[in-house]
C-alpha cells in the first residue's frame, strides 16, 4: 500500500512537534509504503505551494529538538475564507496544492485555529488527520496536548528560582505565565511551585481578595509571598466588560501586562516591596521532557496508524492512558477552559491557596 502524506506544523510553536513528526514518519515508513511531503510554515506553505519531498533520514536525530523542522505560522481562521490581497483564495489555493502533490491525506500539527482549519479542509474533501499540540492544553476532547508537561516544567523551575530570590529578600513576586484563555499552564505550573495565590482567567479574581492573602502572609511573619497569574486573568469587573470594551480600559492603564498590573496595586495597597516577572516565549521553548517525548510519539504514531486504516477527518487525542481519535468536527472550535469542579482546581483550593475570589 502506497501513501503520500503531507505533513504540517501550524499556530504558535511548542516542544514535542519534532518528536510527533518523527513518531508520524517512522511508523508510516514501518507499517506502510510512505512517501512523505514536509510543508514550510503551515497552512502558510499548503497556500503558497512552499514544501519538501523528505527523506528517511530527515526524521533521525530530532526527538529531543525543540520548534519545528517544517517552520510555522499563524494563519488565522478567521481569514481563510476571506480573499487576500493579491486576489488569492487560500481555500482553493490549499486544494490545489494538496491535488498537485497527489497527496492522499494530511496531518496537520497545531491548537485550535489549526483544528478548526483542518475541519474546513476535511469539509472540502481533504483526507485530514490533526494532531492536538500547545502548551496551553486547551484543546477539546484530549486530556493533554503535547507541549503542555513541558511546558509546565519550565513555568515550575521559574517559580522554584523566584521562589528563592523572594524568600531572600521578603517580596512578593508576581509570575505571569502563558495562557490567554485558558488556565491549565498556569494552574499546574502554580500548584507544582507552590505559588500562595493563582489567577486564572476562568476565575475573575477580587484584586481585595488577593490583598488580604499576601497581608497575611506578611503578617505571620512569611514576608514573601509568590503569585501565579495566568496573561489572560481578569478582574471580576473587567469579566462583566465585553472584549472590546476591556481592551480599552486597559488601555487606559500605565501597565503593559496583567503581572505589572497586579504587582502595582499590591505594594500600594499592602505596602509589600512587589516585582513582576514575565518568562514568555521560554516557556514554548527547548527540549521536550521524557512525558512530552512519549506523548508525541505516541501521537505521531497513532496518525500514522490512522492513515494505514484510512480513517480521516479526525484528530488524534488521550483519554485516560488511551490513545484515541475525535471527529474534527466535534471538536473544532470547542473551548477547553479550567472547568470549576477540575479536581486540580479543587486540589488548590483545599491546600488554601488563594485563587482571587
Ligand atoms: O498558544 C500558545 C501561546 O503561547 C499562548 O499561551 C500565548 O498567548 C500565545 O501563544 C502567544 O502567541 P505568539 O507566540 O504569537 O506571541
Known sequence: ????IGILTSGGDCPGLNAAIRGVARAAYEL???EIIGIRNGYGGLIEGEYQEMSKKQFSGILTLGGTILGTSRQPFRNMRVIDERGVDKVAAMKKTYKDLKLDCLVTLGGNGTHKTANLLSEEGLNVIGLPKTIDNDIYGTDFTFGFHTAVDIATDVIDRIHTTATSHGRCMVIEIMGNKAGWLTLYAGLAGGADVILLPEVPYDIEKVAEAVEAR????KAFSIIAVAEGAMSEEEAKMKKKEREAYRATLPYDCISK????QLSEMVGVEARHVVPGHI????????YDRVLSTQFGVHAAELIRDEIYGVTVALDGNEIIHNKLKDIAGV???VPKDDHVLVTARNMGICMGD
Not at 498590573?261 to 502595582?264: E, P, Q, S
Not at 514554548?284 to 521524557?290: D, H, L, Q, T, Y
Open 1 to 4: 500500500m502506497k501513501r503520500r
Open 32 to 34: 506502510f509504503d510512505a
Open 218 to 221: 506578611a503578617k505571620s511573619k
Open 261 to 264: 498590573r497586579i504587582a502595582a
Open 283 to 290: 516557556q514554548r521553548g527547548g527540549s521536550p521532557s521524557a
Open 335 to 337: 473551548p477547553k477552559p
